[in-house]
């Protein structure tokens, strides 16, 4: 699980400096179709359909309705490609290892509350400590475990 992991993150790092970018106001199709100076009526017949159909096309993008096959067709009509990916907040490690950290600590705090009411807490921070470093490294190397809700 841990290669996946690192896999993917590896890949991702080449798109981080895309993280900020933003689709143009009117949307990709309408500025590049714009760019070209291209009009509806010569985009429509391009990609063979009507030029109502172009403008609610252009209207289901800026909605964010328009379907990836949609968004592919127009975008070859003008020469361009489709690029489709997740980019992260952070690494897929990261946010494994700080999911752990959460689910380490209810844990904790469970048993804790436990061994409270045994009147067998842990008081010494450094075995405290270790034990949650432990917890997470453990539920870092499953992380199919972490993402129960009961958590």
Do not use: H
């Not at 209810?106 to 270790?130: F, H, I, P, S």
């Amino acid at each position: 699980m841990k290669d996946a992991i690192r896999q993917l993150d590896q890949r991702f790092s080449a798109f981080r400096l895309l993280k900020d970018a933003t689709r143009p106001s009117k949307g990709w199709i309408r500025a590049v179709r714009d760019a070209l100076g291209m009009t509806t009526a010569q985009f429509a017949k391009r990609m063979g359909v009507s030029q109502p159909r172009i403008i609610a096309i252009e209207k289901a993008e800026i909605s964010k309705a328009i379907t990836l096959k949609t968004l592919e067709r127009a975008a070859e009509t003008v020469g361009c490609r489709v690029v489709y990916f997740f980019i992260p907040d952070t690494t897929l490690e990261e946010t494994v290892r700080s999911r752990a950290r959460q689910v380490a600590e209810k844990q904790l705090e469970t048993l804790g509350q436990t061994m409270g009411l045994e009147d067998q807490a842990v008081y010494d921070k450094k075995a405290r400590e270790a034990m949650r470093s432990k917890l997470i490294d453990d539920l870092a190397n499953e992380p199919a475990r972490l993402w129960d809700e009961k958590w």
